[in-house]
Nanobody, 123 residues
């Protein structure tokens, strides 16, 4: 099974930037898709972005398109989420999830989840 560890969260003012990292260890059994999710207090978990094996087919939630960029460094087994033009509504706990087993990337079943990293954006 894959273990995922997130890092890079913090507090920033609106309009600022943060880069999150999701480092993977262990063995992927079926695929190495890694996605970022977020969950704010009182809200449902939301799929933010996914990095497929072929980086040309990354996908994003409409709410972050044009502001967030997902990328991967396969040598480091790390997926990054560059977040620019941050808004207060981006405040949430951000999680990475690995190895999509079934379903859509933003709502499907993953084998592994990280522990999360907090992102807080102040106005």
């Amino acid at each position: 099974q894959v273990q995922l560890v997130e890092s890079g969260g913090g507090s920033v003012q609106a309009g600022g930037s943060l880069r999150l990292a999701c480092s993977a260890s262990g063995t992927f059994r079926t695929n190495d898709y890694i996605a970022w999710f977020r969950q704010a207090p009182g809200k449902e978990r939301e799929g933010v972005a996914i990095a497929y094996m072929d980086a040309r087919y990354n996908d994003y939630a409409d709410s972050v398109k044009g502001r967030f960029t997902i990328s991967r460094d396969n040598a480091k087994r790390t997926v990054y989420l560059q977040m620019n033009s941050l808004k207060p509504e981006d405040t949430a706990m951000y999680y990475c999830a690995g190895e999509l087993l079934k379903g859509r990337w933003y709502s499907g079943q993953y084998t592994s989840w990280g522990q999360g990293t907090q992102v807080t954006v102040s106005s």
